[in-house]
T-cell receptor
Framework: EDQVTQSPEALRLQEGESSSLNCSYTVSGLRGLFWYRQDPGKGPEFLFTLYSAGEEKEKERLKATLTKKESFLHITAPKPEDSATYLCAVQDYGGATNKLIFGTGTLLAVQP | EAGVTQSPTHLIKTRGQQATLRCSPISGHTSVYWYQQALGLGLQFLLWYDEGEERNRGNFPPRFSGRQFPNYSSELNVNALELEDSALYLC?????????FGPGTRLTVL
C-alpha cells in the first residue's frame, strides 16, 4: 500500500537557521512527488513537482530533492513568513487514479 | 489567471441534513478532485472527475457524491451528515499531473 511519512512533525527554527524536512515514501511506481505549503485554514499552495531520482528544484529559499525512497525540502536562511505546514504527496502509476497520497505534514515555525 | 474557487467559505449544518459544496477549476483544467482534511488528519482523497465523468473515488461511504458540469465546475454533495463529517473540504484542479488547490470550504456539523 502506498504510504508517505514526513518528519519531523514540528520544527522550530530561528530566523536564518537553515534546516531540512524529510518525506519518505513507499509506492509501487512513482509517477510524481509534490511539495505544498499550507497556511492555517487555507488550501495547500503548490511548490514543486519532482519526477525522478536525482532531480532538484529551487524557489527562493526552498530547494527540493528526490531519491528513490525519500525527498528533502531544504530551507536556507528562513524568514518568519516561511512559517507554515509543509505537505508532501505522491502520485502512483498503479491503478486508474490520479489521486495524491499525502503525508501528515511538518509544521514549521520560524522565530525572528 | 484566476485560481480554483470554492463556495461557500463556511457551512454550518446539523446532523442528518445535506450539504452542497461547489468548485470552479482554473480555466483550461478538465480534472477536478475533492479531498477531506479533518482536524489533525492529513488530506484524504474523496473523488476525481474528468470530462464530466467520475473516474475514481476514495474510501468514503456512498453518501459522499458529486458531479462535474459541462463547464468543468463541480459539486460535492454529502447526505445524512454526521458529526465526523466536520472538516475542511478542498477542491483541486489539474490539466497535467500537478493539482492546484482552492481555499476550501469549512463544514461544521452540529
Amino acid at each position: 500500500e502506498d504510504q508517505v511519512t514526513q518528519s519531523p512533525e514540528a520544527l522550530r527554527l530561528q530566523e536564518g537557521e537553515s534546516s531540512s524536512l524529510n518525506c519518505s515514501y513507499t509506492v509501487s511506481g512513482l509517477r510524481g512527488l509534490f511539495w505544498y505549503r499550507q497556511d492555517p485554514g487555507k488550501g495547500p499552495e503548490f511548490l514543486f513537482t519532482l519526477y525522478s531520482a536525482g532531480e532538484e528544484k529551487e524557489k527562493e529559499r526552498l530547494k527540493a530533492t528526490l531519491t528513490k525512497k525519500e525527498s528533502f525540502l531544504h530551507i536556507t536562511a528562513p524568514k518568519p513568513e516561511d512559517s507554515a505546514t509543509y505537505l508532501c504527496a505522491v502520485q502512483d502509476y498503479g491503478g486508474a487514479t490520479n489521486k495524491l497520497i499525502f503525508g501528515t505534514g511538518t509544521l514549521l515555525a520560524v522565530q525572528p | 489567471e484566476a485560481g480554483v474557487t470554492q463556495s461557500p467559505t463556511h457551512l454550518i449544518k446539523t446532523r442528518g441534513q445535506q450539504a452542497t459544496l461547489r468548485c470552479s477549476p482554473i480555466s483550461g483544467h478538465t480534472s477536478v478532485y475533492w479531498y477531506q482534511q479533518a482536524l489533525g488528519l492529513g488530506l484524504q482523497f474523496l473523488l476525481w472527475y474528468d470530462e464530466g465523468e467520475e473516474r475514481n473515488r476514495g474510501n468514503f461511504p456512498p453518501r459522499f457524491s458529486g458531479r462535474q458540469f459541462p463547464n468543468y465546475s463541480s459539486e460535492l454533495n454529502v447526505n445524512a451528515l454526521e458529526l465526523e463529517d466536520s472538516a475542511l473540504y478542498l477542491c483541486a484542479s489539474s490539466w497535467g499531473d500537478t493539482q492546484y488547490f482552492g481555499p476550501g470550504t469549512r463544514l461544521t456539523v452540529l
